[in-house]
């Protein structure tokens, strides 16, 4: 009996670890860790932040 789940269990753990490499080539190709910094300091040094304006509350 354990082995007919170890004969279902092990082809889907392979399929899903040859899946999951297949995703991080992709990603690598795709370019998705060229610019691992780049991306960092671009969201702390935005320059057209602007203050949020204050909308009035409906008591004011």
Not at 29 to 46: F, K, V, W
Request: aromatic content about 6%; glycine content about 6%; proline content about 7%.
């Amino acid at each position: 009996m354990t082995m007919s789940y170890l004969a279902i269990l092990v082809p889907i753990a392979l399929l899903l670890g040859l899946a999951g490499l297949a995703a991080f080539l992709w990603s690598l190709r795709a370019g998705q860790y060229d610019d691992l910094e780049g991306a960092a300091q671009r969201i702390l040094l935005e320059d057209d932040d602007r203050p949020i304006e204050h909308a009035p509350s409906p008591r004011e």
